[in-house]
């Protein structure tokens, strides 16, 4: 194509992205370093039903001069991403000055909120994406081998935890689960415990979310891998089974690598979806046991008083995240794109 | 239930016939607020104004647009409807303006405690009032033979035997749900046991100390009682216990105790023995262990002055005497002149006469409330010391409370 043609045929595009991505970044990045200004304070008297009380407020006209005059607010630099709330230097430092044992350190860490959030969205991540390309391959080759009259009818089924609403589907599931709910009935049954109850411990809460989270995204990936299926070269498996290769071998050595691109666009995809995880934790009201970085963009920004540049600087955190979680799919798309050149 | 609904439906048309005749406004009116029976009914009273529109957006997610919606200019809403606590928020932005002209102009049915007066000047005017108060099953106290607990230390006896006997497995119920509630059950032990949030006239906080720590034991001591899910149960999940007869003994909102008994299936013996008391104390002390909450309206600032007239006008005409039947009357402590106490009341009028504090109106303090959420469950869960989860809200305060500039 000629640079000319290119440039007018991406223009449209390139300003999409330059007005939705581009800016919305400059935007959080921007408020991430600046702060209100500090508020000046009075005290005053508070009458109202139940008599009268000498308060705090603060000054709205001393402190309107100071918005007049510096209307972003104040620059802090870097302040707010080493502050308790974020990345926490100086606890981090304190942590590991004061303890002599790696675990020890750890246990600290998890105390601070970053650390805390980032330990669940990790093991989240790392557990649901593989398991969910798994779940979404099995499915897919269950509904490719069945009969043709039976496919549409199991394909809907399967797609239904991806079409209800992850708040809905959380919340559905959070009911059931409930120690007087269907599911948590039967697990005090099962265990033989009757004060079992998922939601009063950690680990179960987490193993909950994640399985929650294969519940969720399995279908996606089950459409990307069936649609994938249909292009499989039908003549390489025949040979595959003249050869005597049996169905394991066939799967392995044929098919996986065929899908393999699907994989890793599925990888992507899953890898992004998944560091964001959201809903479950507000749906599931995990709140005590599992935070992620969602969720503390959400808590800031849903207190009596906001706080944005604090919610501001943990969106920016996430992004560089994402960045790096998915750097090395991106080396391998590349370096498979030069390749083929 | 939906007959219920289109009943109460009806009664508000009925109201709104009745009342709206003498209201005339002449610029539109756009309300947010909470959603509840009664914040309903004062919207209704100033939808029923003719003239020109008014609109309401009632919502439980009511804090989290209000402010986007005022500090525009001109404001989207004309005014909301706010408690102690959220009209912080508000005054912290500078977004809601003075009412004493309105007052002086429209504001004859007003009664002088129902005036929130910031530095001399009128900013609210206040409607109900709610607090949180014990609510218990009189049959169930009757059968292990104890009074109805007027401190912390009673319940938990009554919850002992309660187990004991075998008649509840948890007997307590509470609003425990990581967050904003229990944090809200934090101020309240708190303030029970004589403590102090900040340094007096300083935006310091300071709560690691003897009666935090005496709080989060007593916390702790009483969620023993409680279902295990304690830590996800906001007050609705607590209401669904308690109605199902799993809770004997429980601290819950004033605003919710006339609706308690009142739902599809309560069971029976809810139903019957359901029982309304004051605030308990804690610790041998006096203080009860609640807090006063107000409920009221607002003006915007950013809006033209014959807006401003209107919405008060149809505001006052919301909470107008004439409004207070016996459908109404149940909904709530109303502040307004001629309301007579119903039974669902007293929890909330003797929280009143202890001279409960009422929930600090401080700029800062939506911060430490937020602090606290976030830092007490990994005690609630056994995970941390009291000193530790305590240093840990104080930690989190202190970087939100420097962000917000309240802090150096």
Not at chain 2, 316 to 326: S, W
């Amino acid at each position: 194509m000629k640079h000319r043609t290119f440039f007018w045929f991406f223009l449209p595009s390139g300003l999409a992205m330059l007005l939705f991505i581009a800016f919305p970044l400059v935007s959080v990045l921007t408020q991430s370093v600046f702060t209100p200004h500090e508020a000046v304070l009075m005290t005053v008297e508070n009458c109202g039903p139940f008599g009268c009380k000498e308060e705090t407020t603060i000054d709205q006209e001393a402190t309107a001069e100071l918005r007049d005059s510096n209307p972003l607010g104040k620059f802090v630099g870097a302040q707010i991403y080493l502050d308790r709330g974020h990345l926490a230097a100086a606890e981090v430092a304190e942590a590991w000055r004061s303890t002599d044992s790696v675990s020890a350190f750890f246990a600290e860490l998890s105390d601070l909120p970053f650390y805390s959030a980032l330990s669940f969205t990790l093991v989240f991540v790392f557990t649901v994406t593989p398991l969910t390309i798994v779940a979404g391959l099995m499915i897919a080759l269950a509904v490719n081998s069945l009969h043709r009259h039976l496919k549409g009818l199991v394909i809907f089924f399967s797609l239904l935890p991806m079409i209800v609403t992850p708040m809905v589907g959380s919340l559905i599931l959070f009911w059931m689960i409930d120690s007087r709910g269907v599911i948590g009935t039967a697990l005090q049954y099962i265990s033989g415990d009757p004060t079992l109850s998922l939601k009063a411990s950690t680990p179960l809460t987490w193993i909950t979310l994640i399985v929650y989270g294969i519940w969720h995204a399995a279908p996606f990936a089950f459409v990307v891998f069936y649609a994938g299926l249909q292009t499989l070269p039908q003549d390489q498996l025949e040979s595959a089974q003249i050869d005597g290769a049996t169905r394991w071998q066939r799967v392995k050595y044929v098919i996986v690598p065929h899908l393999m691109p699907l994989v890793t666009f599925v990888a992507l995809i899953q890898l992004m979806d998944n560091f964001r995880v959201f809903e479950p934790i507000i749906g599931f009201s995990a709140e005590a046991h599992a935070q992620s970085f969602s969720w503390i963009i959400f808590n800031d920004m849903h207190g009596e008083t906001q706080l944005l540049s604090s919610a501001s600087t943990t969106s920016v955190l996430t992004i560089l995240g994402v960045a790096i979680l998915l750097t090395p799919v991106l080396i391998r798309t590349w370096q498979d794109f030069k390749g083929k050149k | 239930m939906m007959f219920k609904r289109i009943a109460l439906a009806g009664s508000f048309l009925a109201f709104a016939a009745s009342a709206g005749a003498a209201c005339e406004i002449g610029a539109r009116v756009n309300i947010v607020g909470n959603e509840f029976p009664a914040i309903h009914t004062v919207a209704n009273g100033a939808k029923a104004c003719t003239g020109a529109e008014v609109k309401a957006n009632l919502t439980a997610e009511h804090q989290k647009i209000n402010l986007a919606g005022m500090i525009g200019n001109p404001a989207e809403y004309t005014s909301a409807i706010v408690a102690n606590s959220s009209i912080v928020a508000l005054m912290n932005e500078d977004v809601i303006r003075p009412l004493d002209d309105l007052v002086a102009k429209h504001g004859q049915n007003l009664q002088k405690n129902q005036l929130i007066t910031i530095n001399g000047e009128v900013m609210a005017v206040a409607f109900m009032a709610n607090a949180q108060h014990l609510v218990f099953r009189a049959d169930v106290l009757n059968e292990i033979g104890v009074e109805v607990p007027t401190s912390y230390e009673e319940l938990l006896a009554a919850a002992q035997m309660i187990r004991e006997k075998g008649i509840m497995e948890n007997p307590v119920g509470g609003a425990y749900k990581a967050g904003w509630n229990l944090a809200q059950e934090f101020n309240n032990m708190y303030l029970g046991h004589g403590g102090e949030f900040f340094k007096a006239g300083t935006a310091e906080v300071s709560i690691n100390n003897e009666a935090g720590v005496a709080t989060l034991e007593m916390m702790k001591a009483l969620s023993e009682y409680m279902n295990p899910d304690f830590l996800t149960h906001d007050s609705n999940a607590t209401n669904a216990e308690f109605r199902a007869g799993n809770v004997a003994l429980m601290n819950m909102w004033g605003s919710r105790a006339a609706t308690l008994a009142d739902a599809e299936g309560v069971v029976q013996g809810v139903k019957d023995h359901m029982g309304v008391a004051g605030p308990m104390t804690v610790g041998g002390g006096s203080d009860a262990a609640s807090t006063l909450w107000w409920d009221g309206w607002t003006v915007a600032k950013n809006i033209s002055d014959e807006e401003a007239e209107a919405t008060f006008i149809a505001l006052a005409n919301g909470i107008h005497p004439d409004m207070l039947n016996e459908e109404t009357s149940l909904e709530a402590v109303w502040l307004i002149e001629g309301y007579e106490p119903t039974e669902a009341a007293v929890g909330v009028f003797a929280a009143a006469q202890m001279g409960t504090e009422p929930y600090p109106m401080l700029p800062f303090m939506g911060l430490l409330h937020s602090a606290l959420g976030a830092e007490l469950s990994d005690f609630m869960q056994g995970k941390e010391s009291a000193a530790e989860a305590l240093a840990g809200a104080e930690a989190a305060y202190t970087a939100a409370a420097k962000e917000k500039g309240f802090l150096n």
